[in-house]
């Protein structure tokens, strides 16, 4: 898209405000834990999740995984659907697809690129076409110094035909290789998500911004103009994540100051999506895979849920 276009878009949503004439809008973010196909992608590194890979990934189980999924995104939006949907750890298009096709009478489409991840671990947006308008998209690549990571998607969207709203969804670089020695790649993540802020906000000072996703960090106030909803545990809860028996909160919402004082969040934890644990006690996300053992749960985190009310 041509910078002109892009700076006619963001004008436009000045004139708009952002009322939310219709209803309070609701946004899902959540990591899915490995949405992979069971077909080879010759670009990707994704030989574990074949027939006869690692984890005996086949047919039967990826339907199951969609399945499974739906009935999350299903039963938090009840009757009324979530207009958008943050995903991390989806393998491509045909994945999403498959779960929109499953999703059909919400009407969902989605937006996606293909990241340089190696094993092709994308982010993803699902949006209800029917209350929302998208304007423009893009990934924003992330500089790792030859080290390939998946992008930050970024969305800005016509919500309701009345009001903008500008949404990023990000899987941040793993603490793989600890925590300590992986955090400037996650430094250098943010970074790119604080540029992106600050040009939309040089533009529109009262931009209505979404920062969603998997941060694969505790929850910090570390984006400027931002505030991060899941900083207070006695108001949101234990966790996301459960990893040797302590919780923590990876998958997390910024929203921006336009839309701090209207916006609620909560973590969606049913008991079908828990389990117990067994070796630390208390309960921990049931998951798809424990090691290369299929577990047939829904996913290791549990999935965010963010409300903006009317004004």
Same mark, same amino acid.
């Given at each position: 898209m041509k910078y002109s276009r892009l700076i006619w878009i963001i004008l436009f949503s000045i004139e708009c405000g952002f009322l939310f004439a219709q209803g309070p809008l609701t946004i899902i973010s959540y990591n899915v834990e490995n949405l992979f196909d069971y077909e080879h992608d010759t670009l990707k590194n994704d030989y574990s999740f074949l027939p006869d890979g690692d984890h005996h990934w086949t047919y039967r189980k990826y339907q199951t995984k969609l399945d499974q999924i739906a009935q999350v995104i299903v039963n938090i939006s009840e009757w009324e659907s979530a207009a958008l949907v943050g995903l991390c750890e989806v393998e491509n298009a045909r994945c999403l697809?498959?779960?929109?096709?499953?999703?059909?009478?919400?009407?969902?489409?989605?937006?996606?690129?293909e990241s340089r991840d190696e094993r092709g671990i994308d982010v993803a947006l699902l949006y209800d076409s029917t209350k929302v308008k998208v304007l423009n998209s893009n990934p924003l690549r992330i500089d790792l110094q030859g080290d390939d990571t998946r992008d930050i998607l970024y969305v800005s969207?016509?919500?309701?035909?009345?009001?903008?709203?500008?949404?990023?969804?990000?899987? !941040? $670089?793993?603490? !793989?290789?600890?925590? *300590?020695?992986?955090?400037?790649?996650?430094?250098?993540?943010?970074q790119v998500i604080q540029q992106q802020i600050d040009s939309i906000l040089r533009i529109q000072p009262k931009a209505n911004?979404?920062?969603?996703?998997?941060? /694969?960090?505790?929850?910090?106030?570390?984006?400027?103009?931002?505030? /991060?909803?899941?900083i207070d545990?006695?108001?949101?809860?234990?966790?996301?994540?459960? /990893?040797?028996?302590?919780?923590?909160?990876?998958?997390?919402?910024?929203?921006?100051?336009?839309?701090?004082? /209207?916006?609620?969040?909560?973590?969606?934890?049913?008991?079908?999506? !828990?389990?117990?644990?067994?070796?630390?006690?208390?309960?921990? $996300?049931?998951?798809?895979?424990? *090691?290369?053992?299929?577990?047939? *749960?829904?996913?290791?985190?549990? $999935?965010?849920?963010?409300t903006i009310q009317c004004k």
């Open positions: 697809r498959d779960l929109c096709y499953r999703l059909k009478r919400f009407h969902y489409k989605y937006v996606h690129y969207a016509l919500i309701h035909g009345q009001d903008t709203l500008h949404v990023m969804v990000c899987h !941040l $670089p793993s603490r !793989l290789g600890g925590g *300590g020695a992986t955090e400037w790649k996650r430094i250098a993540a943010k911004i979404v920062v969603m996703g998997d941060m /694969n960090g505790e929850a910090k106030d570390d984006l400027q103009s931002m505030n /991060n909803l899941m545990r006695e108001i949101v809860g234990r966790g996301t994540y459960k /990893n040797q028996g302590t919780w923590s909160f990876l998958d997390q919402f910024y929203v921006s100051q336009s839309l701090k004082n /209207n916006a609620q969040v909560m973590i969606f934890s049913p008991e079908w999506l !828990l389990e117990e644990d067994s070796k630390y006690l208390d309960y921990k $996300p049931k998951r798809t895979y424990t *090691g290369y053992r299929y577990h047939a *749960g829904y996913s290791d985190h549990l $999935p965010i849920v963010l």
